[in-house]
């Protein structure tokens, strides 16, 4: 395990952001990681929330405030289990800008973010930030979508597209699950355009296996005649996936996956908890 793992976790104070900051923490937890949660400031935000609290006074105070109120919360809850710090940091600038840049700036491991709603998620889901920081960000990005709650996982799956690069992404996601003692499916998804024979999945395994230190991995060749995206939704649904993983590259299957078009036919599968590794 890496020393000084570092974990950036933004939040804007909504039910969703603090949902994502308790996934930061639990992970924080396993990795004896370094919690930063950062806050962006947006005047809207403040008038908003100064207006429920009935705020009157400065407003950078009043949120500076409630960082501090959450990340005692946080070092309450998590330290005693393993996390070895939380604090909080307040950026200006946008919001996509300032968190790839903070998480490069202090050398994170991870990014864990909420998502700004199921239905945004959904309908337009390369619009919205977290979808934005994936893409922009070289740092892995764990989103989390709204009313999703933490839960010790069963069971990761990694979409594979047999590359160099999964040998090391796998030891990643490995690393994970054995936190969790979950299992990992290894799943490649086939349709009728990019269909891998049985004979080329196994010489892919081989190469794989050796790679591969944890016992509860699965390796899974699945063809469907709808886009691959579908295939996978439908292959989360039987086998209880309860994390999906994958390896943005360029031209990447994650792009190619979350257009508009083929989102808004999925409902599982963007709710469930997406892990994109970035660094592989």
């Avoid at 809850?77 to 968190?99: D, M, R, T």
């Avoid at 991870?110 to 959904?122: H, P, Q, R």
């Avoid at 996936?241 to 963007?270: A, C, H, P, R």
Wanted: charged content about 30%.
């Amino acid at each position: 395990m890496k020393q000084n793992f570092k974990i950036v976790c933004p939040v804007d104070f909504s039910e969703c952001s603090l949902n994502a900051v308790e996934y930061a923490a639990r992970l924080g937890e396993k990795y004896r990681a370094d919690l930063i949660i950062i806050h962006v400031p947006d005047k809207d935000d403040y008038q908003k929330l100064a207006a429920v609290d009935g705020h009157g006074g400065d407003q950078y105070a009043f949120i500076k405030k409630k960082l501090d109120s959450l990340v005692q919360t946080v070092e309450k809850e998590s330290l005693p289990k393993g996390l070895a710090s939380c604090k909080s940091e307040v950026k200006e600038g946008k919001i996509v800008s300032s968190v790839v840049d903070f998480s490069n700036e202090v050398n994170a491991d991870l990014i864990v973010m909420g998502t700004e709603g199921v239905n945004d998620f959904k309908n337009n889901y390369i619009g919205t930030k977290a979808s934005k920081i994936v893409t922009k960000s070289s740092v892995d990005v764990f989103v989390i979508p709204r009313k999703v709650y933490f839960k010790p996982p069963r069971k990761f799956v990694y979409a594979t597209d047999y590359l160099e690069e999964d040998k090391i992404a796998i030891q990643k996601v490995t690393e994970l699950s054995s936190f969790f003692d979950s299992e990992v499916d290894i799943v490649h998804v086939s349709s009728k355009n990019t269909s891998i024979d049985k004979s080329l999945h196994k010489t892919m395994v081989d190469e794989l296996s050796p790679f591969i230190k944890y016992e509860k991995v699965n390796y899974v060749l699945k063809s469907y005649r709808d886009e691959p995206g579908l295939g996978l939704e439908n292959y989360l649904i039987t086998a209880r996936g309860d994390i999906l993983v994958t390896l943005s590259k360029k031209k990447s299957w994650f792009e190619q996956i979350f257009t508009n078009n083929l989102s808004k036919k999925m409902s599982y599968f963007i709710n469930k908890p997406l892990l994109v590794l970035k660094r592989a």
